[in-house]
């Protein structure tokens, strides 16, 4: 049963009992900042759920802003709260997303997590974006209606990911895993091209990373055999 919250007491009850060590002064400092409006729209209309998460990534925020310390680009920016358009973004798709997961729509709590996902394409923002892309993937596996094509996308999503923060092994995983789940679909991007070409060239591009490292690592067996893949994608794509 969604529970209700209906007054600003019962407001700070809820935010003193689930975050931890938030004390009662606190969760009035939070209620009354910016915020506000948007935690008090969730909470009343029972997204407990979307609240808690917008509330951890604040926090993941300023950790990450602490962290990096004065200097830093994250630290020239504001705080996630301070910045209304993204709280705006988050209230709309997170609680979109929380409604449809009720309703057992996964495909559709996909589609708001990527929109989210989406939603953070600034550079200082790209541990939100791929914050939203593990979701999407965790997601999409949850999903049965569409013969696989979410899951697709969400495979080469987290590969892009991983590819970029230097993992290029798991990248290929991920990049393979699209490859066989777009084997014989007709699946275009909003550029037209097939989801499976797109694989084939990823995976040559992954394979000649992964060749050129173990070239460097003297395994050259293995990495001939990885060049031997790179060429078949290539071909193939």
């Known amino acids: 049963r969604i529970?209700?919250?209906k007054d600003k007491d019962g407001i700070d009850d809820y935010l003193e009992k689930n975050i931890k060590g938030l004390s009662k002064q606190e969760a009035a400092v939070n209620r009354n900042s910016y915020k506000k409006n948007i935690c008090i729209d969730?909470?009343?209309?029972?997204?407990?759920?979307?609240?808690?998460?917008?509330?951890?990534?604040?926090?993941?925020?300023d950790a990450l802003r602490e962290a990096a310390g004065p200097?830093?680009?994250?630290?020239?920016?504001?705080s996630l709260e301070e910045q209304p358009d993204k709280l705006d973004q988050l209230y709309y798709f997170l609680t979109?997303?929380?409604?449809?997961?009720?309703?057992?729509?996964?495909?559709?709590?996909?589609?708001n997590?990527?929109?989210?996902?989406?939603?953070?394409?600034?550079?200082?923002?790209?541990?939100?974006?791929?914050?939203f892309y593990e979701k999407c993937f965790n997601t999409?596996?949850?999903?049965?209606?569409?013969?696989?094509?979410?899951?697709?996308?969400?495979?080469?999503?987290?590969?892009?990911?991983?590819?970029?923060?230097?993992d290029i092994v798991k990248a290929a995983e991920h990049y393979e895993a699209f490859y066989q789940?777009?084997?014989?679909?007709?699946?275009?991007?909003?550029?037209?091209?097939?989801y499976n070409s797109l694989a084939c060239e990823h995976l040559w591009r992954i394979y000649t990373l992964l060749a050129d490292k173990m070239l460097e690592n003297k395994e050259h067996q293995q990495a001939i055999k990885t060049l031997r893949k790179a060429l078949k994608m290539a071909k193939e794509g």
């Not at 209606?145 to 991983?162: P, S, Y």
Request: overall charge negative; hydrophobic content about 35%; some cysteine.
């Open 3 to 5: 529970h209700l919250i």
């Open 71 to 78: 200097g830093s680009a994250i630290w020239q920016q504001k």
């Open 140 to 166: 999409a596996q949850l999903i049965k209606i569409d013969a696989g094509k979410r899951e697709a996308q969400a495979h080469v999503n987290m590969g892009l990911v991983n590819e970029k923060q230097g």
């Open 96 to 111: 979109r997303a929380e409604g449809a997961q009720r309703a057992g729509h996964y495909e559709e709590v996909y589609d």
């Open 181 to 194: 789940l777009t084997e014989g679909s007709t699946w275009k991007d909003e550029t037209g091209r097939t």
């Open 42 to 61: 969730m909470l009343r209309q029972g997204y407990h759920e979307s609240f808690s998460e917008l509330f951890s990534l604040i926090q993941k925020w």
């Open 113 to 131: 997590q990527l929109n989210l996902a989406y939603c953070f394409n600034d550079s200082e923002d790209k541990w939100l974006r791929n914050y």
